[in-house]
């Protein structure tokens, strides 16, 4: 692809086209600067379509998130985030715009739908912080993930009087009907449409003068967009249209020397807002087919104030000639520079360097590298800028601290880009990450699930936890639940020497140290999160549920709590036992010589094959006055046929 091809497809250059396009529209609704002091006209306030979008978005954990792609679905609106996760979205319409970032390995994310306001004074919005969520991984995911296409299209018309070169595209609407996807058209009829999802869809093209014109296409996936080519015709007359102006600009520099450069000149019409048309190398113009009636025409063009505005009277005559003079905007116009350089895949089985995108982090200034690699980023501010390169399975590749004078052609260093590596990930934990009310016990289990086959001594020298606890690492089958891909935490929740606390968070991090068998390592350190619950009952026996409890005389039921009890807050008048036994059972607290905690027995007969529910109340509290947060506790088991419990029914509680 050549340098002119890459340009062409430059998604920031065409946004700012599209925007000097729209531009056209709003500019004669400002009043025209006064002829008598020969003076260059007054730059009209800003019009409604020269909004910024600016915002931060991230991605976790990370110190680096540059090149993540935020844009506006349907349109050439396109940025890529500074390593701080900056970025600006620049030449954008009134109206509501949908705003979204993605990034590989990330879940595409909205950052908002901001109402831009073409009577606001303020024209630049800026959206909330975002962080981008990971891909969903295979055990969260339903499905593989929806590869998006792009469609590129090219507008021609049929006319006896103009060619499709000379025509002025700017007023085409393009859409994918039933969709929000939607873009207007370059001048030179070129248009491009982001981010589609594969499937068929009815394009449809509309522009003022001509039929409207609909097609079905089917957009695939992958990098390589969907090409269509359109051609218009002329929309059937509606009274007469015998009515013409023949025009000539002249373009002064601030210095009042003549300028030859008409590319970017374009005349627009106050009663015909859809209308562009364009100027010829010479400075010439014609506007045809108009009906009689008054006209107001003006001249823009990037790096100029609009010209004066000038009524023309076409009610009773054919045609009228006129002359519009444009003054260069010397500060902006000088402020303007070119990047060029070559961005690579380093890869032995790549030869076709096409299709790399490659951005000035946090603008809007993008440009995508032709067969041999090499790209242009044009009409680029004075700044220092970070450039980022990225392409579908590949490492992105940075150049930093890039300097740019006003107006200077810079060449930079070549950018390589490394193939995509398959670090192991961590795909889940058990519990998940952020769990609250975790379970104190004797052992707290903590699962963790790779992506890959991890080397074991690796992953038990990776393991930390803040604060301090006593914990074991298992792997390798060293645990029922451990494996070549799972990993298993025991903490020790009774230790006396390093407790765990009620009600606490706690961090468990498991270093980037950790290595796969092919010797890669995470690419950053996983960090899980928990918060502990409150004292509570945490085992019975009979287990919970137990249909066939084998109750041997003498054997009391046991209630284990993670804290010690306040024998005063236990009064077996309050436990409520359904069906009722009869009498009032007989409860003993046992202390754990270790860990302190209590096990509260409770002793009394139960008839056989019979269905019990035993219900600790709610008042019941710790040695340190806390209450247990899991009361009123309801046991519920059914008696054997064989055994039945027995014990005295005294009520003495020690």
Known sequence: MSDRVAQDWNPGRALRRSGLVLLLALAAACNPSSKEDNKPAAAPTAPANRFEIEGKVTVPDQPDSSGIQVFIPGSSALAMTDAQGHYLLTGLSAGVQVVSAQRPGYQTAKLGEPQLDANAAAKRVVLPDKVLDPVATPAQSAGPAVVLGAIKGKIGIVSDTETSEEHDFSGARVELEGTQMRTIAEPNGDFFLWNVKPGKYQLAVQMPGYAAHRTEITVSDGPDPTVVDVTLSAAPEEGATDREIDGTVELLASDDSPLTDFSTIRIGIRELPDRRIKVDANGSFRIRALPPGNYTIYGIGEGFAPSDEVSLDLSDVPSADVTLTLHANATESDAKGTIHGTAVKNSPDATDMSGISVALAGTSFVAVTDADGNYRIFNVPAGTYDI?????????????????????????????????????????????????????????????????????????QSVSIAPDLLFSVFTNHEHPQADEESMVIVIDGASPERPIKYDTQFRITIADTAEDVEGLRLERPYVLSLRTGKPAVIATVPGQGVTEASLNPGQPLVFTFNARLNPDSVDPRNIRIRPSIGVVPTLNIMNDPRSGWSSLQLSAIFNQDTRYEITLPRRIKTATGQYISNTPYHLRFKTSKSYQLGGPSSIPVH
């Open 388 to 460: 980022v390169a990225q392409a579908e399975g590949y490492e992105s590749a940075k150049l930093e601290g890039i300097e740019l004078a006003a107006g200077q052609t810079l060449a930079v260093d070549d950018l390589a880009l490394n193939p995509l590596r398959d670090y192991p990930v961590v795909l889940d934990t058990s519990p998940p990450n952020n769990a609250r009310d975790v379970l104190i016990s004797y052992q707290i289990t903590i699962v963790v699930h790779f992506s890959k086959k991890m080397k074991p001594e690796s992953l038990k």
